[in-house]
């Protein structure tokens, strides 16, 4: 089998600003993680983020990966449930 080539940088996780305009505490890991599995399976079959944000495909579908939109992807997580399924 190929090995999967890299098709990108995607920034998953919630910033520090975001954090401090909630004002509560998280497992930040915790949330990052949830929405890495989240992104993992909003993706199309074949193409993988990992958790340093590097995304790869298989070579049959690197172009596609290669054009995705991550901001829209992103913008399907329901992120508010995340954080309150991680809050401390």
Same mark, same amino acid.
């Not at 098709?7 to 995607?10: F, N, S």
């Not at 954090?19 to 505490?25: R, S």
């Given at each position: 089998?190929?090995?999967p080539i890299e @098709?990108?940088? $995607?920034s998953y996780t919630l910033s520090a600003e975001t954090?401090?305009? #909630?004002?509560?505490?998280f497992d930040t890991e915790a949330v990052?993680?949830?929405i890495l599995a989240r992104l993992n399976e909003l993706v199309p079959a074949g $193409? @993988? $983020?990992h958790r340093n944000g590097k995304a790869f495909a298989d070579p049959d579908v690197a172009e &596609?990966?290669?054009n995705l939109d991550w901001q829209r992807l992103l913008a399907q &997580?329901? @992120?508010?449930? #995340?954080l309150a399924d991680h809050g401390r």
């Open positions: 089998m190929p090995e @098709v990108g940088l $995607v954090y401090a305009g #909630i004002g509560a505490d990052d993680d949830a $193409v @993988v $983020v &596609i990966a290669r &997580i329901d @992120v508010d449930q #995340i």
